[in-house]
T-cell receptor
């Protein structure tokens, strides 16, 4: 079956620090990969996506590269801000169907 | 269009009661998904529709759960004879058939007491 494993949290960083949240997956098929973000009190929002190997998704300074050889899709940001504090979910989807999510990583950025 | 809308946002019910949630997807989206999320976990797939047809149901969806999308627009999720273990956030999402990107509503938080 399909599964997503995320780096366990919580993660606490100081403002302007470098962020990496690890995500690895197993899939029966060729998935599209996603990072979703959930800010406090809000719903899930798509942060970025990649649909094929070596694609790089990017948005709001966040980046993730689809690595088929290591079945990974790690999320990175060079300089985090307090406003980036949220829960981040890695997910995969095959053939425009249901998504399989990781358990989420809580990020807290301190000023 | 303001996105995926879910109603109610919060529901508290006594064990054994029936509850129904509604989801209004983005208007041009023909796929609609229901997920359940418990504290500290990622969303877990429950079921999905393409237009009015229910195409897949998870093993998580017991006989007490039923979902409908009668006209291929809004959807309802009903839970009969609620149990405390049903307490969770119920999320709805929609997408265009030819894309994999899903847009989520803010969810309905169910508390069974």
């Amino acid at each position: 079956g399909n599964s997503v494993t995320q780096m366990e949290g919580p993660v606490t960083l100081s403002e302007e620090a470098f962020l990496t949240i690890n995500c690895t997956y197993t899939a029966t098929g060729y998935p599209s990969l996603f990072w979703y973000v959930q800010y406090p009190g809000e719903g899930l929002q798509l942060l970025l996506k990649a649909t094929k190997a070596d694609d790089k998704g990017s948005n709001k300074g966040f980046e993730a590269t689809y690595r088929k050889e290591t079945t990974s899709f790690h999320l990175e940001k060079g300089s985090v801000q307090v406003s980036d504090s949220a829960v981040y979910f890695c997910a995969l989807s095959i053939n425009a169907g249901k998504s399989t999510f990781g358990d989420g990583t809580t990020l807290t950025v301190k000023p | 269009d303001t996105g995926v809308s879910q109603d109610p946002r919060h529901k508290i019910t006594k064990r054994g009661q029936n509850v129904t949630f509604r989801c209004d997807p983005i208007s041009e989206h023909n796929r609609l998904y229901w997920y359940r999320q418990t504290l500290g976990q990622g969303p877990e797939f429950l079921t999905y529709f393409q237009n009015e047809a229910q195409l897949e149901k998870s093993r998580l969806l017991s006989d007490r759960f039923s979902a409908e999308r009668p006209k291929g627009s809004f959807s309802t999720l009903e839970i009969q004879r609620t149990e405390q273990g049903d307490s969770a956030m119920y999320l709805c999402a929609s997408s265009l058939e030819q894309h994999t990107e899903a847009f989520f509503g803010q969810g309905t938080r169910l508390t069974v007491v």
